[in-house]
């Protein structure tokens, strides 16, 4: 059990090294890093001289891949080639900030695990002829990439279809969306991009052969969503250390507390480190919410959290990562004295992940078993078990 925290003090964030630093610094044995830190600055400079690049996620254990650039870039030309040798529909990929700012009326959500919130398709209001042209296609897409375009500077429905990707990108959804906005806000720009699907000849999601072969004939880099998050996890992280505090626990001993918060989602986190935090293999459990049984030490059934308080007190080291409730009830929630564990989803874990890896924790025993949790974690660089 731990005593009330208070008075906490600000504290700065934690410098991250650069892509290069990181690259110079792995050698020998562990070659996979920086063969995908490598893949990931290929696509940035593409991205940055205007050009293309090639995003692969995995749907339903399948290669799917788009084609990418940034939406600054996106020419008659460019549209054109996107349509021809992608041949999917040509999407805007946008932020909320930009729904916002354009009051973008959003669609009814498609149900189902490839669910996407998505606003309504969208035309310029001038300087367009039918809308379906590459050339009209190209004007729409550039007067919503401006910054100082209006509400007034649009109308719907059109022949640019909108796509709203996530606030902390791969970090919240390894998806296309996602993908190309990191990758555009890595290269430069505002993270506006422009993707397209790339298909077979028979209409379906082209193979990892095809991928490879319109790499090879167009000299555009290929970057997979498993490079970009282990990228962003070593140099993009976007994690700012709030508040941290020593803090003695009833028991005896003490832990120190710090809180961390995303500074592109706002959301934060707990971290409760022992001593020697940062030893070669660091027990680490995870918890969604914190529940008033945890607090008081009352209440039935009531889970990892004590027992892991006490394995971090019996070894001297580890550290217990509390993630912020999900739910609009969690203070109903709260009140349970049976513990009822909190399915963690993708997005916490790599905020579980990025904290772990801001603590300079290199590998981590798993206190309550989660092998979806352990393999999202081992694309942080983390060793688990």
């Known amino acids: 059990m731990i005593d009330q925290i208070d008075g906490a003090n600000i504290v700065s964030p934690r410098v991250q ?9 792995v050698s ?7 063969s995908r830190l490598s893949r990931v600055e290929a696509a940035l400079s593409n991205l940055r001289s205007g050009q293309m690049v090639i995003i692969v996620t995995e749907d339903a254990d399948r290669e799917v891949g788009h084609l990418a650039m940034c939406a600054g870039h996106a020419t008659p030309d460019a549209v054109n080639f996107m349509a021809a040798q992608g041949r999917g529909i040509v999407s805007l990929v946008i932020s909320q900030a930009d729904v916002d700012r354009l009051q973008l009326p959003m669609q009814q959500r498609r149900s189902g695990p490839v669910g996407r919130a998505a606003p309504v398709s969208i035309e310029a209001s001038s300087g367009v002829s039918t809308g379906i042209s590459t050339a009209d296609r190209a004007r729409t897409i550039q007067v919503a990439a401006d910054p100082a375009s209006t509400p007034e500077d649009l109308v719907s429905p059109g022949h640019v279809f909108p796509l709203l990707a996530k606030d902390d990108g791969v970090f919240a959804l390894p998806g296309p969306a996602e993908m190309a906005a990191d990758l555009s806000r890595l290269a430069g720009t505002a993270g506006t991009s422009v993707i397209c699907a790339i298909l077979d000849d028979r209409g379906d999601h082209a193979g990892s052969d095809r991928l490879q072969a319109m790499s090879t004939s167009f000299q555009l880099p290929i970057v997979s969503a498993a490079d970009l998050l282990e990228y962003r996890s070593r140099c993009d992280r976007q994690l700012e250390l709030a508040r941290e505090k020593r803090v003695s626990m009833v028991a005896g001993g003490e832990l120190r507390a710090v809180v961390y918060r995303s500074a592109m989602s706002g959301s934060e986190v707990l971290a409760l480190v022992g001593q020697s935090g940062s030893a070669l293999q660091s027990p680490v459990f995870v918890q969604q919410g914190l529940f008033l049984a945890d607090q008081i030490g009352a209440g039935r059934n009531m889970g990892g959290f004590h027992e892991a308080l006490r394995e971090l007190e019996r070894r001297g080291h580890g550290t217990i990562i509390i993630l912020g409730n999900r739910s609009a009830s969690s203070l109903s929630m709260a009140l349970n004295d049976v513990y009822e564990r909190q399915a963690i989803p993708f997005a916490g874990w ?17 206190l309550d078993a989660s092998p979806e949790g352990a393999a999202i ?5 983390l060793g688990t078990r």
């Open 17 to 25: 090294p650069s892509a290069d630093s990181i690259t110079a610094q």
């Open 28 to 34: 020998g044995g562990d070659r996979k890093r920086p």
């Open 350 to 366: 790599t905020l579980a992940g990025r904290v772990l890896v801001e603590l300079g924790l290199g590998c981590v025993e798993l």
């Open 377 to 381: 974690l081992r694309q942080f660089g």
